[in-house]
């Protein structure tokens, strides 16, 4: 592992990697289920001392370096009462979930993070560092907008901020399963109601204290609460288990679904190394994460039949009881208005994007979890997703899977070189 800390340096890492034809892996945010910033035989190439986030207030420009967490970007846009196109998990790289698409809270409004970025400073394989843009190297910055992972080491970020002087509502609900049949209900009004300002997510997951799953909630408001809770009034009014919903600061929103095991393994999110638990026996469980799409309405009886499938996985393996499902319902009008070949994020259609985040320990559970999890997976995509679709045509509405989703989660780069 080398761990940099410039752009220089990196460069340096990938000559060296690129002459000597050793296999290495970029290590953003650290945050990957299949091992994409690790590699065995080969080098990790750290940029985890790369954090430096820097905000120009009057253009609203964010320069954000290629191993910046999206907390950080967060922090920084909000000293200036702005707000950037970032991911719903504060706690994964920015680079590696930008370079991917990059779905956020504000997409309804602003579009995708690739949207909103302006340039990338880039280290191609024979060392030399260039910047990405519409106006230099077009192609490159065509290609790293949605599959940029492959074509080089992304130093640095320019990304467009928006005004975003007020908190916002937002937070998690939990409701027990005879709630489902009201929640889909809701889910399937929301691309006529919503302005772009609102995001509804619902799924499942099951609690250490129950025999079976939950219904989670997650809503998003970018406006007052007494607006949000008119909006939201369908599922407010249900009664809850658990609800968690509030007036929150933008740069607290994206922390509401982050994983207490990745907290506890970095410690702070704020200090540049990792550290990691002194005492073994905080085992950090294996993780896999999917998805698949679906389009609006969703058949209620689909969806019950999913939550029994899911609800049968969890309880037919017990170590899996902190997994979970998400309908990620993020308005695409904004996202659509840009041709599916403007970038190489070929996936501006009509659906909403699906994930199933499982996580189990045992290495002996591996082929049968990710079995499990690829067949429920599959099957949404078939019967809930775009490819149903009588009139669906891929050059127009895409592929309909989000490379963030594709076995690897944001945040990570795999990055493979050899010698020509």
């Known amino acids: 592992m080398v761990r940099v800390t410039s752009s220089d340096e990196a460069a340096t890492v990938v000559r060296f990697a690129t002459c000597h034809e050793i296999p290495f892996t970029v290590r953003g945010g650290g945050y990957s289920t299949s091992g994409a910033s690790t590699t065995h035989g080969g080098l990790v190439l750290d940029l985890c001392r790369l954090r430096d986030v820097h905000v120009d207030p009057y253009s609203r420009v964010l320069t954000v370096q290629g191993g910046a967490l999206w907390e950080d970007v967060d922090i920084a846009a909000a000293q200036y009462k702005l707000a950037v196109v970032g991911s719903t998990l504060n706690q994964i790289g920015a680079a590696g979930a930008t370079l991917g698409g990059g779905y956020g809270w504000l997409t309804g409004q602003y579009g995708l993070a690739i949207d909103n970025l302006l340039w990338a400073r880039m280290i191609l394989a024979d060392g030399s560092i260039v910047i990405a843009s519409e106006e230099q190297y077009p192609d490159l910055f065509w290609a790293i907008r949605g599959a940029g992972q492959s074509f080089g080491v992304a130093v640095e970020l320019g990304f467009r901020a928006h005004k975003q002087d007020h908190h916002v509502f937002a937070g998690t609900l939990l409701f027990t399963a005879d709630k489902l049949h009201a929640i889909v209900n809701f889910a399937n009004q929301f691309e006529t109601i919503t302005d772009g300002k609102q995001g509804f997510w619902f ?28 909006f939201f009034s369908p599922i407010l009014s249900l009664e809850s288990v658990m609800d968690r919903t509030q007036m929150l600061p933008y740069d607290s929103l994206n922390g509401i679904l982050n994983s207490v095991d990745i907290l506890a393994c970095r410690g702070s999110l ?59 319902l993020l308005p695409n ?88």
């Not at 799924?203 to 607006?227: D, E, R, W």
């Not at 979890?369 to 997703?385: A, E, N």
């Open 203 to 230: 799924g499942l997951t099951m609690l250490p204290s129950m025999a079976q799953c939950s219904i989670l909630v997650v809503v998003f408001y970018n406006g007052p609460q007494a607006a949000a809770q008119r």
């Open 333 to 420: 009008i904004q996202l659509a208005k840009v041709p599916n070949d403007a970038t190489a994020f070929a996936s501006r259609g009509p659906y909403y994007n699906v994930s199933t985040l499982f996580e189990w320990s045992g290495a002996y559970l591996d082929h049968r979890i990710r079995s499990r999890q690829k067949s429920l997976m599959d099957r949404i995509g078939t019967r809930g997703g775009i490819a149903r679709q009588p009139n669906y045509n891929m050059s127009k509405h895409g592929t309909g899977l989000y490379a963030n989703y594709a076995g690897m989660l944001p945040g990570e780069v795999n990055f493979f070189i050899h010698c020509r």
């Open 270 to 328: 704020s200090r540049v190394d990792i550290k990691y638990p002194a005492d073994m026996s905080v085992i950090v469980p294996r993780k896999s994460l999917r998805g698949s799409n679906v389009t609006l309405p969703l058949d209620v009886d689909f969806v019950l039949s999913i939550y029994d499938e899911f609800n049968s996985v969890l309880r037919d393996y017990p170590q899996t009881r902190e997994s979970r499902l998400l309908f990620e």
